[in-house]
């Protein structure tokens, strides 16, 4: 096999309580890339459509993940990109996680899968360093792992799975603004009172078994954000009536998906996923604000290899 198509899923980071250690996958949101094994030794990104990002390899999170992975390996040979952008960077599904780990779960097919997709995670974070300064996982493990996903720790690497609850959908509304996600770290505070990080983890682990028991009552209870949500949400247009009429309409919980400006609401059945759909729309309707809406399932796979 010489060439591989895939579909980079787009992500959800933090689900509320999980700050830089949750995520989970999307169905049906993502990116499409080529990867391509080349006599030319090295990473050349020969084409980007669909987004103004650069091309040299150094420069791109796609190429400096394939980079870090090819550090690791001796080759005889390289490897071409093509992306082809349908997240748009900045909108908080995950953009620079689906290039980055797409360019490594590529580049490692092709050399006949000597890492497993536990490892590449590692070298696809090095795309998110580039990308917003911190090399965080939330993104990347679920593009490369698909499900729900927790980062126990990054030093050393661990992170586990879990597969989602099967009736679970999530809805994700992008407001058209861009929030860069260094911009909305730099806003955070680097200490919190122990009472809100006794809250933070009693509803992270709580998820963490509404998730495993596919308690939704319990998945909702849970899905409160009281360190970073307070301090972002004031950079999304209307927030705060977004996550209002999404629980109204059923939603498990609504909070703000990665760096944001996304929201997102988690739902139990499609039906609810979509009524929730409309009810964003009508928010940001009546504000005069442009929108994208996804309604998806959650992905248990991650990434996925495409017939060529
Ligand atoms: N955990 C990261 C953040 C995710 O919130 O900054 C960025 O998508």
């Given at each position: 096999?010489?060439e591989?198509?895939?579909?980079?899923?787009?992500?959800?980071?933090n689900?509320?309580?999980?700050?830089d250690?949750?995520?989970?996958?999307?169905?049906?949101v993502?990116?499409?890339?080529?990867v391509?094994?080349?006599?030319?030794?090295?990473?050349?990104?020969?084409?980007?459509?669909?987004?103004?990002?650069?091309l040299?390899?150094?420069?791109?999170?796609a190429g400096v993940?394939a980079?870090?992975?090819?550090?690791?390996?001796?080759?005889?040979?390289?490897?071409?990109?093509?992306?082809?952008?349908?997240?748009?960077?900045?909108?908080g599904?995950?953009?620079?996680a689906?290039?980055s780990?797409?360019?490594?779960?590529?580049?490692n097919?092709?050399?006949g899968?000597?890492?497993?997709n536990?490892d590449?995670?590692?070298?696809?974070?090095?795309?998110e360093?580039?990308?917003?300064?911190?090399?965080h996982?939330?993104?990347?493990?679920p593009?490369?792992?698909g499900?729900?996903?927790?980062v126990r720790?990054?030093?050393?690497?661990?992170?586990?799975?879990?597969?989602?609850?099967?009736?679970?959908y999530?809805?994700v509304?992008?407001?058209?603004i861009?929030?860069k996600?260094?911009?909305a770290?730099?806003i955070?505070k680097?200490?919190?009172?122990?009472?809100?990080?006794?809250?933070?983890?009693?509803?992270?682990?709580?998820?963490?078994?509404?998730?495993?028991?596919?308690?939704?009552?319990?998945?909702g209870?849970?899905?409160?954000d009281?360190?970073?949500e307070p301090?972002?949400?004031?950079?999304?247009?209307?927030?705060d009536a977004?996550?209002?009429?999404s629980?109204?309409?059923?939603?498990?919980?609504a909070?703000?998906?990665?760096?944001?400006?996304?929201i997102f609401?988690?739902?139990?059945?499609?039906?609810?996923?979509?009524?929730?759909?409309?009810?964003?729309?009508?928010?940001?309707?009546?504000?005069?604000?442009?929108?994208?809406?996804h309604?998806?399932?959650i992905?248990?796979?991650g990434?996925?290899i495409m017939?060529?």
């Amino acid at each position: 096999m010489n060439e591989i198509k895939l579909f980079c899923t787009a992500t959800i980071a933090n689900i509320s309580c999980g700050f830089d250690v949750l995520g989970l996958a999307l169905d049906n949101v993502g990116d499409e890339m080529v990867v391509r094994k080349v006599a030319k030794k090295g990473v050349t990104i020969t084409k980007i459509v669909g987004q103004d990002l650069p091309l040299e390899t150094h420069k791109n999170v796609a190429g400096v993940a394939a980079l870090a992975l090819l550090s690791k390996v001796d080759t005889e040979f390289g490897f071409e990109i093509e992306i082809y952008k349908n997240i748009k960077p900045g909108s908080g599904i995950g953009s620079s996680a689906a290039s980055s780990a797409g360019a490594v779960y590529g580049i490692n097919e092709l050399l006949g899968k000597p890492f497993s997709n536990h490892d590449l995670i590692e070298f696809a974070m090095q795309g998110e360093r580039l990308a917003s300064g911190v090399a965080h996982a939330d993104n990347v493990a679920p593009a490369l792992l698909g499900g729900f996903t927790l980062v126990r720790s990054t030093d050393p690497l661990e992170v586990i799975k879990i597969a989602p609850p099967s009736e679970m959908y999530a809805t994700v509304i992008h407001p058209q603004i861009e929030v860069k996600t260094s911009d909305a770290r730099e806003i955070l505070k680097n200490t919190i009172p122990l009472k809100t990080a006794i809250a933070q983890w009693g509803n992270l682990g709580a998820l963490i078994s509404g998730l495993y028991t596919e308690d939704y009552e319990l998945i909702g209870r849970s899905l409160e954000d009281k360190i970073v949500e307070p301090i972002r949400s004031i950079l999304i247009p209307a927030f705060d009536a977004v996550k209002e009429v999404s629980i109204e309409a059923g939603a498990l919980g609504a909070g703000i998906s990665g760096s944001g400006p996304s929201i997102f609401a988690l739902s139990k059945g499609i039906e609810t996923a979509q009524k929730v759909g409309e009810a964003m729309k009508n928010v940001y309707q009546k504000v005069g604000i442009d929108y994208d809406v996804h309604i998806s399932k959650i992905n248990n796979e991650g990434i996925k290899i495409m017939d060529n």
